[in-house]
């Protein structure tokens, strides 16, 4: 039987930059040690917290090979290498493969729309030239294509494919995927606001954007319900509800980051086409952050 990359909480690391818009790797080996030091259980890179999507081909690798190097095998590192290129996605994760990581983590194919066949042939594809497993990722708002659980099945016989980050907020796919699905075809939570709803359907943890500024937090919610404590992990998620809502009041990562540079963390700027957030959006942030005990 198939084992999970981890359980309990991944954090989507961002990715920092300075001044001038260049990866700040000093600040990304702050946030690095920070999390593993806070007791997280993985660390994604180069996922959407990430800005996977302005980053360059070099400076993906890069970063992949950086986060690597810098874990030093002190936890697990999944490796965001998705595109809607299929032979981009192989390239990228062959790179991540190469660099060490231990997983990959790859998002449905954006703007093209697969076909649910096409969603099974471009991932058998990838997974056929890798020798890590992968993650899948379902997020429609952002993609505009969603796995059916009737997919889920047929790619879980893949020896590769080991699991799924949801974050189609959709408890009723879950429920059938839980349902046609092996007991080692894992399942994490992709949205931060339904990780105790979710691991009380069978998940195993979460990959989170919240963990970037309390990855404690994150981490003790998920072992609660590991260790069947719902009711106890259901109060720390209720708890945190007015900050992680203050998390998304834009598209991510736009509020972790200022949440993070509000905290002095050095998230630093943004890519186009992503900008800073509201005024207006960056007073409810702070006031969440400040009802949390951050500030």
Request: charge should be negative.
């Amino acid at each position: 039987m198939r084992q999970p990359v981890f359980t309990g909480s991944c954090t989507a690391l961002v990715t920092p930059f300075d001044q001038n818009n260049i990866v700040n790797y000093d600040a990304f080996a702050r946030l690095i040690d920070s999390q593993i030091e806070a007791g997280v259980d993985a660390l994604c890179v180069c996922g959407t917290t990430g800005e996977c999507a302005t980053l360059s081909i070099r400076e993906h690798i890069a970063a992949m090979e950086f986060c690597v190097k810098r874990v030093d095998h002190r936890v697990t590192v999944i490796a965001g290498a998705g595109s809607n290129d299929t032979s981009a996605a192989v390239y990228l994760s062959q790179h991540a493969q190469d660099a060490g990581a231990d997983a990959l983590l790859h998002v449905t194919p954006y703007y093209n729309k697969a076909s649910q066949t096409g969603l099974i042939k471009h991932y058998e594809y990838i997974a056929d030239r890798v020798e890590l497993p992968v993650i899948l990722y379902n997020v429609p708002s952002r993609t505009g294509v969603s796995f059916t659980a009737e997919t889920y099945k047929v790619l879980s016989q893949h020896p590769k494919i080991i699991g799924v980050k949801e974050a189609s907020g959709n408890f009723s796919l879950l429920a059938h995927t839980r349902f046609l699905c092996g007991d080692d075809f894992y399942i994490w939570s992709g949205n931060d606001d339904q990780v105790v709803p979710m691991m009380a359907l069978g998940a195993k943890g979460v990959i989170s954007v919240a963990a970037n500024i309390v990855p404690g937090v994150m981490q003790r919610m998920t072992h609660l319900c590991l260790a069947n404590d719902f009711a106890a992990a259901s109060k720390i998620q209720i708890q945190y509800m007015d900050l992680i809502d203050a998390l998304f009041t834009e598209v991510n990562p736009i509020p972790i980051k200022a949440a993070m540079n509000l905290l002095g963390m050095e998230a630093g700027s943004l890519r186009l086409p992503l900008c800073d957030i509201s005024e207006k959006n960056l007073e409810v942030l702070r006031e969440a952050m400040k009802r949390a005990n951050l500030l």
